[in-house]
Every structure is written in structure tokens, then in C-alpha cells.
């Protein structure tokens, strides 16, 4: 199945596994209908149409029938996922490592601000709730923003592609049928981002003030010295294991090379935070 949209049948098995992947119970019948829905009215796909587009599936290997039922085959869904992430964005890989990023460094400034300082509980509780809150609304709302203008030009900027690439199919009546499908997939892909990026810069918010509320909890609620031990390894565990593993994974990165990025990046961070903070 190759990457570039060239013909019709290309947008028809793309659906087909997208919708797959969902796990949408599907037969030919009604990935009929929901094309139908993609063409907003139009009749711009035949059931010929559909039955080409997975044959071929069914020749590379990407789906079989099973019971008049169509189903994924563990490479249909690897293709599938990559399709889903590419035009629904599905999975907040950059809003999960900023909410534990942030987080992590907040409750650090917060808790090397109160040792520093000899803040007493009731105002380090305080400072600690305010400077989480602030830190967490600002990552929904600028990922809430900034993603959604993001994504709206990743998709005006992807339907040129497969219009320009679309273009080209010599017989008109197919080609008008593939913009025509093109042009109301993307509407419809549009809403869906827009419900993904919510949920996104919601994901981003949480996890922001749940990975710093945490150290700064047991922080201010422990017997000294164990709330700095304590807190410190959690601040470490959250950085240190889960977002390192989480950057690790994702990026394909040795996990030694994702600690040192992450270790420089955060004690910057912190240092240039108290820095300033103590100049005022």
C-alpha cells in the first residue's frame, strides 16, 4: 500500500482501516454507508468501488472477512494506527511529556522555594497551589489554542497533497469522486480534532498538576527530613521513569540519552527559576 494518495480505491482502504482500528464492527454494507456519510449526500462511491478497494487489502495482507465481517490483520493494524495517528492525532505524546515536565519543575521550585526562603506551611501551601493551578491552566489553554491552529493547518496542508496528488487520476468521473470524498473527509476529520485536542490539552492540564501536587504534598505533610527524601524520589520517579521511558519509547531514543536530555533540561530549568526568583 503505498504512502501517496494516487486513486480513489487509496482513500477507500484508508478509511477502511482507520475505522477498523476503532473497532467498528464493519462489512462491506457499511463501510458503504459511511463513505456515503464522507461524501455528505453525494453518491460518489459504488459498491464495485469498495469491493476492488478490499480485494486489494485483502491481497496485501492488511484485512480479511471473516463472516461477512471485516477484520484487521496484525499488520493491517499497525498501518491502521499510524493512519489514525497521522490524520486524527489520537495519542498527546507532546501534551503528556509537558504536563509531567512542568510539573516535575514546579514542585521543585516550589520545594527548594520553601526550604530556601523558610516559608512556613500555611504560605508554602499557598505559593504550591497558586503556581500549580497557573502552570496547568496555562498548558490547557495554550495547547487548547495552539493546538487546534496546529492542527488545522497540518490538515489544510495535507489535503493539498492529496488533492495535487488526486489531480492527476486521467478519468474525470473518478477523480471529481475522489476530491469530492477528499474535500468532506477532511470537514469531517476537522470536528474530530477538534474533540481530540480538547481532550489533549485537558490530558495536558491534569497531569501537569498531578505530577507536581504530589511531591509537594508529601513535601508539606511529612516529618522533616523525610518530606525531602521522599519528595525528591517522587519527583524523581515521576521524572526520571515515567517520562524518560514514556520520551523513550515514543522517540525510539536510547533511554540514557532521554535521561541526559531530561536531567539538563529540568535542572536549567529550576536553576534559572530560583535565580530569578531571588533577584526579586
Not at 495535487?164 to 473518478?174: A, T
Request: charged fraction near 20%; hydrophobic fraction near 45%.
Amino acid at each position: 500500500m503505498s504512502f501517496e494518495i494516487q486513486e480513489l480505491l487509496d482513500l477507500i482502504k484508508i478509511i477502511t482501516l482507520v475505522r477498523l482500528i476503532d473497532g467498528e464492527y464493519l462489512d462491506k454494507y457499511s463501510l458503504k454507508k459511511q463513505l456515503d456519510q464522507y461524501c455528505a449526500g453525494y453518491i460518489c462511491v459504488d459498491i464495485k468501488d469498495v469491493d476492488e478497494a478490499l480485494n486489494e487489502l485483502n491481497r496485501e495482507g492488511l484485512v480479511v472477512e471473516q463472516n461477512n465481517e471485516l477484520k484487521p490483520t496484525e499488520k493491517g493494524i499497525q498501518l491502521g494506527k499510524e493512519w489514525r495517528n497521522l490524520l486524527l492525532k489520537r495519542e498527546p505524546i507532546l501534551e503528556i511529556v509537558a504536563g509531567l515536565t512542568d510539573g516535575s519543575i514546579t514542585s521543585l521550585v516550589v520545594i527548594l522555594s520553601t526550604l530556601l526562603a523558610g516559608l512556613t506551611t500555611s504560605i508554602a501551601t499557598f505559593a504550591a497551589v497558586l503556581s500549580l493551578t497557573s502552570v496547568a491552566i496555562t498548558n490547557f489553554s495554550s495547547f487548547l489554542l495552539g493546538g487546534r491552529t496546529e492542527d488545522v493547518a497540518d490538515l489544510l496542508t495535507l489535503k493539498n497533497l492529496m488533492d495535487y496528488s488526486l489531480s492527476d487520476i486521467p478519468d474525470k468521473i473518478e477523480r471529481e469522486k475522489s476530491l469530492r470524498l477528499v474535500e468532506h473527509m477532511f470537514t469531517l476529520l476537522n470536528r474530530e480534532r477538534g474533540r481530540t485536542n480538547l481532550f489533549s490539552a485537558l490530558i495536558s492540564g491534569i497531569t501537569t498538576f498531578i505530577a507536581g501536587i504530589i511531591p509537594i504534598v508529601a513535601f508539606l505533610s511529612l516529618p522533616k527530613p523525610f518530606n525531602l527524601i521522599t519528595s525528591l524520589g517522587i519527583v524523581i520517579a515521576i521524572a526520571g521513569i515515567f517520562l524518560v521511558r514514556y520520551r523513550s519509547q515514543r522517540t525510539k531514543i536510547h533511554w540514557g540519552i532521554t535521561l541526559i536530555e531530561t536531567i539538563v533540561i529540568i535542572a536549567v530549568a529550576v536553576i534559572a527559576s530560583l535565580l530569578i526568583g531571588h533577584e526579586f
